[in-house]
T-cell receptor, first 115, second 113 residues
Framework: GAVVSQHPSRVICKSGTSVKIECRSL??????MFWYRQFPKKSLMLMATSNEGSKATYEQGVEKDKFLINHASLTLSTLTVTSAHPEDSSFYIC???????????FGPGTRLTVT | GNSVTQMEGPVTLSEEAFLTINCTYT??????LFWYVQYPGEGLQLLLKATKADDKGSNKGFEATYRKETTSFHLEKGSVQVSDSAVYFCALSPQTGANNLFFGTGTRLTVIP
């Protein structure tokens, strides 16, 4: 149990376009979802926290207008990278947590390459 | 501030060898400490955790002891198997139940037969 999926696993897009990444909890209801970003040979950095039905809370230094997060249902959150640029190329990982549970369950990640 | 430093890999070991992956941390207050493992093509999975000083987390033959005096949480296993090949992440949460997880850079372990 407690499986989280991400789609797509890899995406290549052109500079200036927008890309949407989906994160789904497959067998539990995720009241909270988290989005992380990982640069090569660096730690995972928390970007934002989203609770179902409310606006996401962004970490300091993360542009909310660039990284749009929607958590419209208890099993789906989306991250849209708007007007992507090469410096947005990275590995994006989501995690999900059920109500009353402290453990986060992680998705396999999405590698974004902006050309 | 809060941060985690873990040994850089990659680490390559023969089957049945002893494993140590070092992890030290900096934190304000009394953090909880975690080891996560990521197998190829899968998401991070919680391997073990410890929530207070001197606690020992253990799972699947892996162990780590929360050492406040040395601010360390080193991961050990007495006899590794090929199936242990994965990337291991040390992480801390500034307080129990907090949203924030601060991760180390990850250490890739390859176990050869």
């Amino acid at each position: 149990g407690a499986v989280v999926s991400q789609h797509p696993s890899r995406v290549i897009c052109k500079s200036g376009t927008s890309v949407k990444i989906e994160c789904r909890s497959l067998d539990f209801q995720a009241t909270t979802m988290f989005w992380y970003r990982q640069f090569p040979k660096k730690s995972l950095m928390l970007m934002a926290t989203s609770n179902e039905g409310s606006k996401a809370t962004y970490e300091q230094g993360v542009e909310k207008d660039k990284f749009l997060i929607n958590h419209a249902s208890l099993t789906l959150s989306t991250l849209t990278v708007t007007s992507a640029h090469p410096e947005d190329s990275s590995f994006y990982i989501c995690s999900a947590r059920a109500s009353g549970i402290s453990e986060q369950y992680f998705g396999p990640g999405t590698r974004l390459t902006v050309t | 501030g809060n941060s985690v430093t873990q040994m850089e890999g990659p680490v390559t070991l023969s089957e049945e060898a002893f494993l140590t992956i070092n992890c030290t941390y900096t934190a304000t207050g009394y953090p909880s400490l975690f080891w996560y493992v990521q197998y190829p093509g899968e998401g991070l999975q919680l391997l073990l955790k410890a929530t207070k000083a001197d606690d020992k987390g253990s799972n699947k033959g892996f162990e780590a002891t929360y050492r406040k005096e040395t601010t360390s949480f080193h991961l050990e296993k007495g006899s590794v198997q090929v199936s242990d090949s994965a990337v291991y992440f040390c992480a801390l949460s500034p307080q129990t139940g907090a949203n924030n997880l601060f991760f180390g850079t990850g250490t890739r372990l390859t176990v050869i037969p």
